[in-house]
Structures are given as structure tokens and as C-alpha cells.
């Protein structure tokens, strides 16, 4: 279930959105449909990632996404390896 109403968020094509907390990358995959963006999963739960993983490459094995690219990371909300001001938006949802 996607509970982030992405229509409302205005992306426009070349956006950085990351996804913190992205679990299995349910939002991620959602994001990635959006015209060239690029987007960023990031969990602390190394499965996860391996399943969002596998998510974003089905993704693109059956073409459900508009020339954009995605990339995961193994991550801390507490201390992320990014950049300041790195994105356009971020998402996290459902993260405790």
C-alpha cells in the first residue's frame, strides 16, 4: 500500500527524492515512475534493502518508469552519508 500521495508533491522531472526508511521500497518503486527522477531508498535493515532491491529491478525489468535511475543505501536517519541540501524532497513514512 502506498500511503504518500505523491500527486500532491509537485515532481518535476530531473527531482533527487530520497526515501529514508524505505523498507522493502514500496515508496521508492512509486517515486521511480515519476518522469527522470532520481531516487534514493534508504534503510537501516540490510533485508530490506535487498528486497527493495529486488523491487526496483523488477521495475525496470517490465519498464515502469520514465528514464529515471534509483540507487539504495544501507542508512541511519540519525547520520546520513548525503550532502546537505542534496534533494528536492524526502519521504519517510511509516518509520519509527
Not at 39 to 44: H, I, Q
Not at 45 to 64: K, M, P, W
Request: glycine share 8%; aromatic share 8%.
Amino acid at each position: 500500500m502506498i500511503t504518500v500521495n505523491f500527486k500532491k508533491l509537485n515532481i518535476q522531472p530531473g527531482f533527487k527524492i530520497l526515501d529514508i526508511g524505505c523498507g522493502s521500497g514500496r515508496h521508492t518503486g512509486a517515486a521511480y515512475q515519476f518522469k527522470q527522477v532520481i531516487v534514493v531508498g534508504a534503510d537501516l535493515n540490510h533485508n530490506d534493502i535487498c528486497e527493495a532491491r529486488q523491487r526496483l529491478t523488477f521495475h525496470d525489468q517490465v519498464a515502469e518508469h520514465v528514464d529515471g535511475t534509483w540507487a539504495l543505501a544501507v542508512a541511519d536517519v540519525a547520520c546520513l552519508p548525503f550532502k546537505a541540501d542534496c534533494f528536492d524532497l524526502v519521504i519517510c513514512s511509516e518509520v519509527m
